[in-house]
């Protein structure tokens, strides 16, 4: 699962569009990852402030360079 | 707001402005869509442009309000710190006031009749036919808490990179991580030690991997600073603490009065830009300069054309993905072919060492400040790829 740190987020919307699955929506002040989403994690690292991150089931946040790359 | 128009504009940047303007100029009754509260804000720019093609793309109108700076040279520096100095002794470029400019774009565009709605979220697109797979007849769009269906003959996305028009028209828009600019920028205040006459570009892997960070001055100590890094490095590090290293090193003593974050597209122009009902321009198209990252002022020229080709197939009644096409091909004529060639260049110069970088800047320093051009910069440059100086000859010729 994709989190959302909201107070960091700038709505620039370039994790929406690098998204592959159209997983993201964007308002003028809110993000929502929708149900679309892999994990695929490109978002989480193309994100200039580190606004996004992958939470396993135990809520474990998943530091963004650690992940494999699959782009 | 009307039920009913010939053009819906999703957008009011420099690309849905001019659309606006230039279809209503022809003829056309155009509503023109934002979602912020105000046209121009936030700005997510560096705000520079190159006055000529600016000029260019306003005439007949003169240039716009909103010139904050002019400029007459840029400095490129090495990662090595040796800075070389292209001076072209006159002004060719302009740091912008984009809350200023961005807004009288909209006010040119209003003067043509454009009826215009800020705080107008467009949510979704209507669809033609029985099953709602057929083409694209207006918007959904959210209004200060109501929804309303709006229907167009023509719905011109101009909805910049996070565009969903163009997905909720079918057309493959997501960019690949590898041509993304991951970018944040400060306006800062007390910066000391810049020539406002110069922009600075700087290069390096430790600066900026597969990018540049750039300092825009917008008056004598007011600058914007910033950077963007491929996606490629992105993951490893975020422009965030490559930005704040670069500032605390070099600025550490300025206020920082406006902080951006955004995304650059460094790519080609997508493969399809209009589909039946609907066309895409600027940043939502990728019509992003791949080299430099400029997109100002190619999304006004995409948006030209675009409004003027839509006012055509209304004229003629039929809104056809064919009959929408000579914008397509206008715009690769116009600058669609040298993004290609750009691109080429790009993904050259972009995986450059350090050290060829620096011998780059030592070539140029050889030469006599005259013959310091961006040209011979270029050719210093890919003096190891003979086959792109062709590209850059064509770049430059057109
Ligand atoms: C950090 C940074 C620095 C840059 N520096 C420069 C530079 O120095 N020079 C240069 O030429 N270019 C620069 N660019 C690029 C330039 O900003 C863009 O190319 C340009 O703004 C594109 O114009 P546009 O009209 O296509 O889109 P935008 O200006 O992005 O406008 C799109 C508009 O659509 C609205 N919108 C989006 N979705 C919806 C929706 N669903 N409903 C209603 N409205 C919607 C948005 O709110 C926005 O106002 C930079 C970009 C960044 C991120
Ligand atoms: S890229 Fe980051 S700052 Fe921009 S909208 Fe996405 S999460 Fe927010
Ligand atoms: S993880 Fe991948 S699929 Fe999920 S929102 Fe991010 S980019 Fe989209």
Known sequence: MIGVINDKCDFCGTCVAVCPFDAIDLYEARIAINQRCTDCMLCVWICPVETLALIDEQGKMTPRAAAEFTA | MQSDYDVIVVG??????????TAAEKGAQVLLLEKDREVGVPVRCGEAIGTASLRAVCEPEPLPRGIANGISGAVLVAPNGREVVLDWGQEVGAILDRK??????????AAQGVEIRTKAYVYDVIRNGANGNGSISGVRVQHLGKNYDVRAKIVIGADGIESRVGRFAGLRTFTKLKDMESCMQVTLANVTNIDRRYIYLLFGREVAPGGYLWIFPKS???????????????????AQRYLQEFIDRRFPKAAAVYTVVGGVTCAPTLEKIVADGVMLVGDAAHQINPMSGGGIVTAMLAGKIAGRVAAAAIARDDFSSQSLEPYAQEWHAAQG????RLYKIKQAVYKFTDDELNRTAEAVLAKKPEERTLINVFKAALIRHPSLIFDVLKVFMS
């Open chain 2, 337 to 340: 072919k040298n993004h290609e």
């Open chain 2, 100 to 109: 200023v400019f961005d807004y009288e774009l909209s006010l040119m565009a």
């Open chain 2, 220 to 238: 004598e100590t007011v600058a914007n600073v910033g950077i963007g890094i491929s996606g490629e490095y992105a993951r490893h590090k975020s």
């Open chain 2, 12 to 21: 009011a940047g420099p690309g849905g402005s001019w659309a606006a303007k």
